[in-house]
């Protein structure tokens, strides 16, 4: 009875150590071009700057209380296109819109 018990108790041990709290860092670099084009319709210019456009930071996501195999699942390299663009001005005088273009990779490590 006693090893039985010992043995259910190891077993649960076993289970309960594969399930613990895990962490993913990702490291995103974003690269491409951003425009900014400016409209004055108030002294009627139109003027659009290119400049390169290169970030990165780093992003960490925990995970609680989930085995490896499903914390490595969630947590995986990817490249995505961008194409984002962001309006703002005041009516009738100027008229901003910046737009970024290029591509962001993650690069993503379970510790």
């Known amino acids: 009875m006693k090893t039985t ?5 190891l077993f649960v041990l076993a289970l309960m150590s594969c399930n613990k709290d895990r962490v ?5 670099v974003t690269s491409g071009t951003t425009s900014t084009r400016t409209i004055s319709e108030l002294i009627g210019t139109d003027t659009t700057v290119v400049i390169p456009l290169n ?3 780093q992003n960490s996501t925990t995970f609680n209380k989930v ?3 499903k ?3 969630n947590c995986f390299d990817k ?4 194409n984002e663009t962001t309006s703002n001005g005041v009516p009738g ?3 901003i819109t910046i737009t970024n273009t290029g591509t962001r990779n993650y690069s993503c ?3």
């Open 71 to 73: 914390a490595k699942y």
């Open 55 to 57: 970030t990165s930071n």
């Open 67 to 69: 085995s490896k195999r």
């Open 24 to 28: 993913c860092t990702c490291t995103v």
């Open 93 to 95: 005088f100027v008229t």
């Open 5 to 9: 018990t010992l043995i259910l108790c």
């Open 79 to 82: 490249t995505e296109a961008i």
């Open 109 to 111: 490590e379970l510790e």
